[in-house]
């Protein structure tokens, strides 16, 4: 069993492990690395949330860690809501839709959320809206959309605004877009940012890429980091150094 330190409740710009593993095992052996660690988030995927299943998502709470559960979900709005009442009893405290689901999709996900919290006692999660993927540039979205009279920034502004129009919490974008959603919505509206590298990291399959620092400068509310750390020979070196990177210390 890994034993965490002490947890604080207040979201407060974190820096978010996602956990790309296929299985409990090698996620558990993964975390006894950050044993001695205080206040760590982590972010479950679609391919162990798959693997592993909601009892994952218990353990990972029962240890004192912060989960971000990143399902992409994307479907009717009623079939968005039943499936977010259920996340909504698990404990979690960031979970995602894709914002090309519309504002329908979105209103009845929070409103899932909502009543899966309720009825277990539990806080609601924040809901996020993915706008463009990380891995996609300008011209993969005008392919995709068929249309390439739309940038990239006025696509996530619009999804942004879609989002937080039907009760969205933020949404998952680049760190460069961050900003322009800070002033168009509100500076409490969340931008959590995948898309980091330092800078002697490989790109890999990510195409709009920024260092934490830099992440740190555009306003990010917290990012999300995989390979840098559970690639790394020292993961909890890696992780200590992203960290100081984005809080700049």
Known sequence: MVLFLSR???????VIIALDFV???????????FASEQDLWVKVGMELFYGEGPGLIKYLRSEGLHVFLDLKIYDIP????QAM???????VELTTVTGLGGSQMIAA???????????ASLVTPKLLAITQLTSMNEEAMHQTLQNDQCSMEASVKHL?????SAGADGVISSALEAPEIHQQISKDFLSINPGIRLQSDALDDQARVVTPAQA???GSNGIVVGRTITRSSDPLAAYKAVKSDF???
């Open 216 to 218: 740190h400068d555009l």
């Open 109 to 119: 996900a929070k409103e899932g959320l909502l009543l899966g919290a309720a009825e």
């Open 85 to 91: 009442k259920q996340i909504g009893q698990l404990g």
């Open 247 to 249: 809080r700049r210390e």
């Open 160 to 164: 942004a605004q879609l989002a937080a």
């Open 23 to 33: 299985s409990a095992k090698e996620t558990v052996n993964f975390l006894k690395h």
């Open 78 to 81: 009623n079939t968005v809501k």
């Open 8 to 14: 604080k409740d207040k979201m407060d710009n974190p």
